[in-house]
């Protein structure tokens, strides 16, 4: 049964922007091929979130097993894309990816067997025993799930089915007893904004790793969100209550949405949320059920299908405006934070106002922001041996590679350090031998281990001996 | 790849993403180095303007004297 041309009717294939007639700055460097992506398996889900971003929210047409011809193939090509492409990670979401587990499998194992790491979102309500066991044979370890309170009647309101929190707690507990690391997302509207709290504290009894709260983010095809859009002043008091979970439950926390820079008026805002940056088109993107790749899966804009000629890497540099200022507001061209920032949420942007360069509705435009007092450093000890993660990944890039721990963890470094990376991948080695193989002093080469230090890229191994370090 | 400022390597080896603005080029300094957006350490950005208190406490700003 095919039953996906009218969702795919509503996508604009983007053509590659002809540079002489569109001239923009870019600022921010075209990778080869994007670090991970998120791969959505399915439209279809069994809850129906008030906040739910999918652009297709609104189809009433969709099918639990859309498994036909043209999906099997868009699945075939997804894989054979990513593995081409030399793609790190790839998120597996939806929909409900769970919902469509037995068809996928193949791909998804073979996904895995070339070396892409696969975690999940899902909102677990299918999960069981089988599910796991299936999970860890693709080798998932990591599972994202979503929480909307910890009042069960409010909670399934919110997600639109009733059984919804039994089902979902039922799932966070197996997924834990079966080892998995489980992160919670609650989305935030106006109907649980004052159920942070609680809900943390109920996460925390059933032992999940991470606390996530992100604003929902105005959806595309939502029609009027205003009832449950949260206001500015309530977007505060939800990163008040997150940094609350963090201090008093001790919890791992984030936000999945990085906020407008110019939103986080406060020392302790900017601290917390101020390094969060879109990657959007530029070290990320979204493939779709259908084979379309977006920068996002909140964006509904379209650069190409898996299928087609040049397939993922002509999509990804067809999405050059993501990677330049074109997007930019005009309002925040002399802001000094504009290159990190870029206006804030850009799907949200459109959604809001219907074009990609528009104001993002939580944009204050302040100039008198916070100076973030950053993240300390990592304290390395310079007598000791160094050695690179065993399980790092490579990939060469015109200015030298990308050197790969987790979607978090990885660095894009120049020829020099790629190659020594990859030449002592098994072996320790001091400071200044990094900093020779650089051509730095050592106080450069010390700041550089500082930073593989502290996102796990490199380990300390031992003391150097007696006329090592030389 | 830029990578000094000042005449000293800034975290050498590191290739920052996003490329430098025009204000990190004034005398022509690049300030990319600086920043590293998704491996960001600092939250500093690329334009020698450094959210980090006082600028970046690690990498000299170099629009500053």
Same mark, same amino acid.
């Given at each position: 049964?095919?039953?996906?041309?009218?969702?795919?009717s509503s996508?604009?294939?983007?053509?590659a922007?002809?540079v002489?007639?569109?001239?923009?700055?870019?600022?921010?460097r075209?990778?080869?091929?994007?670090?991970?992506?998120?791969?959505?398996?399915?439209p279809w889900?069994?809850?129906?979130?008030?906040?739910?971003?999918?652009y297709?929210?609104?189809?009433?047409?969709?099918?639990k097993?859309?498994?036909?011809?043209?999906?099997?193939?868009?699945?075939?090509?997804?894989?054979d894309?990513?593995?081409?492409?030399?793609?790190?990670?790839?998120?597996?979401?939806?929909?409900e990816?769970? /919902?469509?587990?037995?068809?996928?499998?193949?791909?998804?194992r073979?996904?895995?067997?070339?070396g892409?790491?696969?975690?999940?979102?899902?909102n677990?309500?299918?999960?069981?025993?089988?599910t796991?066991?299936?999970?860890?044979?693709?080798?998932?370890?990591?599972?994202?799930?979503?929480?909307?309170?910890a009042?069960?009647e409010?909670?399934?309101r919110?997600?639109g089915?009733?059984?919804?929190?039994?089902?979902?707690?039922?799932?966070i507990?197996?997924?834990?007893?079966? /080892?998995?690391?489980?992160?919670?997302?609650?989305?935030?509207t106006?109907?649980?904004?004052?159920?942070?709290?609680?809900?943390?504290?109920?996460?925390?009894?059933?032992?999940?790793d991470?606390?996530?709260?992100?604003?929902?983010?105005?959806?595309i095809?939502?029609?009027?969100?205003?009832?449950?859009s949260?206001s500015?002043?309530?977007?505060?008091?939800?990163?008040?209550?997150?940094?609350?979970?963090?201090?008093?439950?001790?919890?791992?926390?984030?936000?999945l949405?990085?906020?407008?820079l110019c939103?986080?008026?406060t020392d302790?805002?900017?601290?917390?949320?101020?390094?969060?940056?879109c990657?959007?088109?530029?070290?990320?993107?979204?493939?779709?059920?259908?084979?379309?790749?977006r920068?996002?899966?909140?964006?509904?804009?379209?650069?190409?299908?898996?299928m087609?000629?040049?397939?993922?890497?002509?999509?990804w540099?067809?999405?050059?405006?993501?990677?330049?200022?074109?997007?930019i507001?005009?309002?925040?061209?002399?802001?000094?934070?504009?290159?990190?920032?870029?206006?804030?949420?850009?799907?949200?942007?459109?959604?809001?106002?219907g074009s990609?360069?528009?104001?993002?509705?939580?944009?204050?435009?302040?100039k008198?922001l916070?100076?973030?007092?950053g993240?300390?450093?990592? /304290?390395?000890?310079s007598?000791?041996?160094?050695?690179f993660?065993?399980?790092?990944?490579?990939?060469?890039?015109?200015?030298g590679?990308?050197?790969?721990?987790?979607p978090?963890?990885?660095?894009?470094?120049?020829?020099?350090?790629?190659?020594?990376?990859?030449?002592?991948?098994?072996?320790?080695?001091?400071?200044?031998?990094?900093?020779?193989?650089?051509?730095?002093?050592?106080?450069?080469?010390?700041?550089?281990?500082?930073?593989?230090?502290?996102k796990?890229?490199?380990e300390?191994?031992?003391v150097?001996?007696?006329?090592?370090s030389? | 790849?830029?990578?000094?400022?000042?005449?000293k390597?800034v975290?050498?080896?590191?290739?920052?993403?996003?490329?430098?603005?025009?204000?990190?080029?004034?005398?022509?300094?690049?300030?990319?180095a600086?920043c590293?957006?998704d491996?960001?350490?600092h939250?500093?950005?690329?334009?020698?303007?450094?959210?980090?208190?006082?600028?970046?406490?690690?990498?000299?700003?170099?629009?500053?004297?």
């Amino acid at each position: 049964m095919e039953r996906l041309e009218p969702l795919r009717s509503s996508l604009e294939i983007i053509p590659a922007p002809d540079v002489a007639l569109a001239p923009e700055k870019e600022i921010f460097r075209t990778l080869s091929a994007p670090v991970t992506v998120q791969w959505e398996l399915t439209p279809w889900c069994n809850e129906k979130c008030v906040h739910c971003y999918n652009y297709w929210r609104k189809s009433s047409d969709i099918p639990k097993n859309p498994i036909g011809e043209h999906t099997t193939k868009a699945y075939s090509s997804a894989v054979d894309e990513i593995i081409r492409n030399r793609v790190f990670h790839a998120t597996i979401t939806g929909g409900e990816p769970l /919902g469509v587990l037995k068809n996928a499998l193949p791909h998804l194992r073979r996904l895995s067997e070339s070396g892409v790491s696969l975690d999940f979102n899902t909102n677990l309500t299918m999960f069981s025993k089988e599910t796991a066991d299936t999970l860890r044979l693709i080798g998932v370890r990591s599972i994202l799930t979503s929480l909307m309170a910890a009042d069960p009647e409010l909670n399934d309101r919110l997600a639109g089915r009733r059984g919804t929190f039994e089902d979902v707690t039922r799932g966070i507990k197996l997924a834990k007893q079966e /080892g998995f690391r489980v992160s919670v997302s609650m989305v935030i509207t106006k109907g649980n904004l004052d159920q942070i709290f609680k809900t943390a504290e109920y996460a925390k009894r059933l032992g999940v790793d991470t606390f996530c709260v992100t604003k929902a983010s105005i959806p595309i095809n939502a029609g009027d969100f205003s009832q449950l859009s949260i206001s500015k002043t309530e977007f505060r008091t939800m990163l008040s209550e997150l940094i609350r979970v963090k201090d008093e439950l001790g919890l791992e926390i984030d936000t999945l949405v990085a906020p407008p820079l110019c939103f986080l008026d406060t020392d302790l805002f900017m601290k917390t949320f101020g390094h969060k940056s879109c990657s959007a088109g530029r070290a990320t993107c979204t493939i779709g059920f259908d084979g379309a790749v977006r920068p996002c899966s909140q964006a509904d804009q379209s650069y190409g299908l898996v299928m087609d000629q040049g397939g993922l890497n002509k999509a990804w540099l067809n999405m050059k405006s993501w990677r330049t200022d074109k997007f930019i507001p005009e309002e925040c061209d002399d802001c000094r934070l504009v290159n990190m920032c870029r206006g804030g949420c850009r799907a949200e942007a459109y959604a809001m106002s219907g074009s990609l360069e528009g104001v993002n509705p939580y944009a204050t435009f302040s100039k008198d922001l916070p100076r973030s007092t950053g993240i300390p450093m990592a /304290g390395l000890k310079s007598e000791l041996q160094y050695q690179f993660d065993s399980r790092l990944r490579f990939r060469p890039e015109e200015f030298g590679g990308i050197i790969y721990l987790s979607p978090t963890k990885w660095f894009a470094v120049d020829h020099a350090l790629y190659y020594f990376a990859l030449s002592v991948r098994n072996q320790s080695f001091s400071i200044s031998e990094l900093a020779s193989k650089l051509d730095s002093e050592l106080e450069g080469a010390t700041r550089t281990a500082e930073l593989l230090l502290q996102k796990n890229i490199i380990e300390g191994k031992g003391v150097i001996k007696d006329g090592e370090s030389n | 790849m830029e990578r000094v400022i000042d005449g000293k390597s800034v975290a050498p080896g590191i290739v920052a993403l996003s490329a430098p603005s025009e204000s990190s080029q004034q005398g022509g300094l690049t300030a990319s180095a600086n920043c590293y957006e998704d491996g960001c350490f600092h939250g500093c950005i690329d334009s020698c303007d450094c959210i980090a208190d006082g600028g970046c406490d690690r990498v000299p700003d170099p629009l500053k004297p």
